[in-house]
């Protein structure tokens, strides 16, 4: 809504201008800053922001809070947590990948000497 009233796309009352400039000072102090594009590198609006806070005190706190985001410390901080390995994948060539009809050609096969078996050894039995 700031960048709207700065910009000129809403006639807002000077009066409703000041109060959103401090709910976003309200919300910095409770809560941080939560930079983007639209805030901390939008050094037009942060300006603006500034400038309709009427208490010093008020705008260099707004402003530390947002320096604070924009340059993070310099300290090294130990992070904790798992570690990833890395799993490499191989592909199978076309001619170890599995075919369907290959298998059914075998289980087909298989079918078809079980049949012989039994008909050979019905026939033998039959002659004894």
Request: aromatic fraction near 4%; proline fraction near 2%; include cysteine.
């Amino acid at each position: 809504m700031l960048e709207s009233i700065r910009k000129g796309y809403w006639k807002a009352s000077p009066e409703t201008t000041r109060q959103l400039a401090l709910r976003h000072t309200e919300l910095i102090r409770g809560f941080g800053a939560g930079c983007g594009g639209y805030t901390c590198n939008n050094a037009k609006l942060r300006e603006m922001i500034g400038n309709q806070l009427g208490n010093s005190a008020v705008r260099q706190e707004y402003r530390q809070a947002i320096e604070k985001v924009r340059r993070p410390s310099a300290q090294n901080k130990e992070v904790s947590g798992q570690t990833l390995k890395e799993k490499k994948i191989t592909l199978q060539k076309d001619s170890e990948k599995k075919n369907p009809a290959k298998a059914l050609g075998w289980i087909g096969l298989l079918v078809l000497l079980g049949i012989a078996a039994i008909l050979i050894g019905s026939r033998r039995s039959s002659r004894k």
